[in-house]
C-alpha cells in the first residue's frame, strides 16, 4: 500500500519481523494478504500461514476486495471439524518427542521446501491457546521469528489485542508495530514503534473499499517545500484590485466571507477565471452546493467556467457529506496540486467542510490549518469561502474561528439603504501590502462581476443602521 510505505519512508525492511495489532475486524488481514500480493507481483515467493480461517474463506474473503491470492503459497494450519469431533490437541514447537504431524514439522517442512522471502502469519495471538503458559507462548514465538529470519523471511504477524487476551508482550518480539483502529470516524492507523528506520508519526486514515485498501498519511506541512514567486495575483476585476493594491499574493491564504447569496463563490471563482487566461490551473471543491448548480450559476453571469474544465483550467470536486477523512481530503489536494500544478485551491465552504469530513470539530479546524500551512509552502494560493449568519446588520468577518489563518480577509455585505437592496465589498485585513479602506458597491450582473466607486456617501455600513451622509448630518444636528 502506497500511503502505507510513505508512512514507514518507503517500506518495511527486509529480513525482519513486524506485529500488526487490533481489534478483531478492523483489517489486520487484509493489510497482510496486500503484503504477501505485493511480493507476489514482484516475482517473490510468498507464505500465508493461516492459524485461524481456511485457505479457501481466506481466498473469497480477498476476492471481495479485488485481490487475488492464487500466487501465494498457503499452510493451512486452522482447525478442523475433525479435531473437535475427537477432542484432539496438538503441541506448537513442542520438545523432541513430538509426533511428526506436529506443526513445527509442517511449518519446518513448508518453510525449507518454499524458502520464502515474505511470510504472514495470521493471527498469532491463536499459539497463545495451545501453550501451557505465558513463559513458554514467549519462547516459542521469539523461536520461531528467528528461524524464519534465518531462513531469509520478512515476517508480518497480526494478533487480536483483547481486554482477556492482551498482546502487549508480542511488541517487545517484534521489529516494528504497526497498529490499526476502528472508530466513530473510520479506521486509523499508527506506528508505535518501528526499528531502523525514520517513520512519518502521527494518527493515518486507513479506507477499506471495493477493489481497494489505502492509507492516507497525516499531512506534515514541514515536509514540503517549493519555490515560488511571491507576485501578486489579480482578480481581473480592476476595481477589486485597488481594493486589494493588485490583487492578493501567491501563496497567501484569503478568506472570502459573507452572507448567503452575496456572491462569495463568484468572487473566488473571479481568481480562478483570470488564473485559467494565465495558462493556470486551479480547483475547487464544492462542499455547500452541486458541480451542476456551480456550472449553471457561473454561465448566467458569463463565467467560462465549461471552457475552463474543458481545457483542464479548472477542476471541480463536490464533495459528498462524511465521504472523507481528513486526511483523505488532504491526499485529494495534494493530487491535485503535485500532479497537475495546481496553483489556486477554493475550498467553498468552510462550514460544509466542518459538517462534511469525518471527525471531531475542534480536530477539523486544525486539519484545515495544517492543510493550508501545506498548501502556502507549495507557493498555492488559497481561498476559503466562509458564510457569516447575519443577511443583513451588524457586520461579522468571520465565524469559523479561522480568521487567524487568513493572510487576506475580502468581505461582502449585504445593505438595506432607503428600501432598496444593495451589495458591498471591502478588505478587512491583508498582511502582504497595504490595501484601501474604504467600501464599494459590489454587483453580479450578467456581464460577471462589477464593482463600484468607494461608498464615501454612506456611513455606518459595518453597522445594523447604514445611512448616507445627508442623513446623518441631519441626525447630528
Same mark, same amino acid.
Given at each position: ?43 517473490? =515467493? ?19 476486495? !479485488? ?54 502469519? &495470521? ?38 489485542? =483483547? ?46 473499499? &471495493?477493489?481497494? @485498501? ?18 501578486? +495575483? ?41 488564473? #485559467? ?19 449553471? *450559476?457561473?454561465? #448566467?453571469?458569463? /463565467? ?7 481545457? &483542464? ?30 496553483? +489556486?485551491?477554493?475550498?467553498? $465552504?468552510?462550514? !460544509? ?5 469525518? $471527525?471531531?470539530?475542534? !480536530? ?13 509552502? /507549495? !507557493? ?15 457586520? =461579522? ?21 432607503? $428600501? ?5 465589498? $471591502? ?12 467600501? *464599494?458597491?459590489?454587483?453580479? =450582473? ?23 451622509? @445627508? ?7
Amino acid at each position: 500500500m502506497s500511503g502505507l510505505d510513505e508512512v514507514l519512508h518507503g517500506g518495511l525492511i527486509a529480513n525482519r519481523s513486524y506485529l500488526v495489532r487490533g481489534e478483531p475486524g478492523t483489517g489486520k488481514t487484509i493489510l497482510g494478504t496486500h503484503f504477501l500480493k505485493a511480493g507476489a507481483d514482484r516475482s517473490e =515467493t510468498v507464505l500465508y500461514v493461516n492459524l485461524e480461517e481456511t485457505t479457501e474463506d481466506i481466498k473469497t474473503n480477498a476476492a471481495t476486495l !479485488g485481490i487475488d491470492l492464487d500466487d501465494v503459497a498457503f499452510l493451512d494450519l486452522s482447525p478442523d471439524s475433525e479435531m473437535f469431533a475427537h477432542n484432539q490437541s496438538y503441541d506448537i514447537f513442542a520438545p523432541s518427542e513430538v509426533e511428526q504431524s506436529s506443526l513445527t514439522d509442517a511449518v519446518t517442512e513448508r518453510v525449507e521446501d518454499l524458502q520464502p522471502d515474505r511470510v504472514f502469519i &495470521d493471527p498469532i495471538t491463536r499459539l497463545r491457546h495451545l501453550t501451557p503458559d505465558d513463559h513458554q507462548f514467549r519462547q516459542q514465538v521469539i523461536a520461531f521469528m528467528q528461524y524464519l529470519r534465518e531462513a531469509g523471511a520478512t515476517v508480518v504477524f497480526t494478533s487480536q489485542n =483483547t481486554e482477556s487476551i492482551p498482546d502487549d508482550d508480542l511488541q517487545f518480539m517484534s521489529d516494528g508495530t504497526i497498529k490499526i483502529d476502528l472508530g466513530e470516524f473510520g479506521r486509523t492507523v499508527t506506528v508505535p514503534k518501528f526499528r531502523g528506520s525514520q517513520i512519518r508519526g502521527g494518527t493515518h486514515a486507513m479506507r477499506i473499499r &471495493d477493489e481497494s @485498501v489505502a492509507v492516507f498519511p497525516e499531512l506534515q506541512p514541514s515536509s514540503y517545500d517549493r519555490e515560488f514567486v511571491a507576485e501578486s +495575483i489579480p482578480s481581473g476585476v480592476p476595481e477589486m484590485d485597488e481594493l486589494l493594491h493588485g490583487g492578493v499574493e501567491r501563496g497567501t491564504i484569503t478568506v472570502i466571507s459573507g452572507p448567503t447569496g452575496v456572491g462569495k463563490t463568484t468572487t473566488g471563482t473571479q481568481f480562478m477565471k483570470e488564473a #485559467a487566461d494565465r495558462g493556470e490551473r486551479s480547483v475547487v471543491y464544492m462542499f455547500e452546493e452541486t458541480k451542476g448548480t456551480f456550472l449553471r *450559476r457561473s454561465e #448566467a453571469i458569463d /463565467m467560462p467556467v465549461r471552457q475552463m474544465l474543458e481545457r &483542464d483550467a479548472l477542476n471541480v470536486h463536490e464533495i459528498e457529506a462524511l465521504d472523507f477523512s481528513p486526511e483523505e481530503f488532504a491526499h485529494l489536494v495534494r493530487e491535485d496540486v503535485e500532479a497537475h500544478d495546481t496553483s +489556486i485551491v477554493m475550498i467553498d $465552504g468552510i462550514d !460544509g467542510y466542518q459538517l462534511s469530513l469525518r $471527525g471531531e470539530e475542534s !480536530g477539523l479546524v486544525r486539519k484545515l490549518h495544517t492543510l493550508c500551512r501545506y498548501l502556502k509552502n /507549495m !507557493g498555492v494560493t488559497v481561498i476559503l469561502v466562509e458564510e457569516t449568519e447575519a443577511v443583513t446588520g451588524r457586520f =461579522t468577518a468571520t465565524e469559523a474561528g479561522i480568521s487567524y489563518l487568513a493572510d487576506n480577509i475580502v468581505f461582502l455585505q449585504h445593505l438595506e439603504l432607503e $428600501g432598496r437592496m444593495r451589495k458591498a465589498i $471591502g478588505v478587512l485585513k491583508k498582511r502582504t501590502s497595504d490595501f484601501e479602506r474604504t467600501l *464599494r458597491e459590489f454587483r453580479i =450582473t450578467e456581464r460577471g462581476i462589477e464593482v463600484g466607486e468607494s461608498l464615501t456617501d454612506l456611513r455606518g455600513i459595518l453597522s445594523d443602521a447604514p445611512t448616507t451622509r @445627508v442623513r446623518a448630518e441631519e441626525q447630528d444636528d
